[in-house]
């Protein structure tokens, strides 16, 4: 066969696919990078817009402890492993987070996330909440992680984004889980638990 023959049946049998290919290992363009992101952003008011369970499991197995004591931010009924939940009836903001253990994946819509970043350091210096663990967006520059940082927090950067609840891909951003209250050995155990981790603070 020759050469010219040889491309044209490989053209014949591979039909060019219209649209830009599969990503592979090709950067996002913008349109594509945006159509992810208001994927997640819609999801992310979902309820079910859940952790991964091998997160929360590393957590309670840092902390020796077979559930959480409080999830004030959860859905009805909880999809974690906790002795209270607060759903969006009864307002986990409003809400005492008395506990020894309570975990933390708040919602992330626009103005949310700083908000229950605020109420638990309210509720961890209150002395309310003796441990919280938190699961944020690695969002440096915001407020709550600037208060966070201030107030001596532990943070451990996760370096694979995670993919949460039902979505099948993995979030835009990267995560974070800054911690309060905690001891050295919790936090030794934390590091070495969740899975690829940096701690930054
Ligand atoms: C990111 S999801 C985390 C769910 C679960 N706690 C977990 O870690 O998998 C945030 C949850 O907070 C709930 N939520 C939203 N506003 C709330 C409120 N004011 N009080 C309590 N829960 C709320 C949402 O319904 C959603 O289930």
């Not at 201030?150 to 993995?170: E, H, K």
């Amino acid at each position: 066969m020759t050469l010219a023959n040889f491309v044209a049946e490989t053209k014949r049998a591979a039909p060019r696919k219209r649209g830009r290919p599969p990503l592979g290992n090709r950067a996002m363009t913008v349109a594509e990078r945006s159509r992810r992101y208001r994927k997640h952003k819609v999801e992310s008011s979902a309820p079910t817009w859940s952790t991964p369970p091998h997160i929360t499991a590393a957590v309670l197995e840092a902390f020796k402890r077979e559930r959480f004591c409080l999830d004030p931010a959860s859905p009805d009924p909880p999809v974690t492993p906790c002795r209270r939940f607060y759903s969006v009836r009864h307002d986990g903001l409003a809400q005492s987070w008395s506990g020894e253990l309570v975990w933390c994946n708040p919602p992330y819509g626009r103005g949310q996330l700083q908000r229950w970043i605020f109420k638990a350091i309210a509720e961890h210096q209150a002395g309310d909440a003796r441990k919280v663990v938190l699961l944020v967006p690695a969002r440096m520059e915001t407020e709550g992680m600037c208060r966070l940082r201030d107030i001596g927090a532990a943070m451990l950067l996760l370096r694979r984004r995670l993919a949460f609840g039902t979505a099948g891909d993995r979030a835009p951003w990267a995560s974070l889980v800054a911690v309060l209250g905690a001891d050295a050995g919790e936090l030794e155990a934390l590091g070495r638990l969740l899975p690829d981790n940096r701690r930054i603070a």
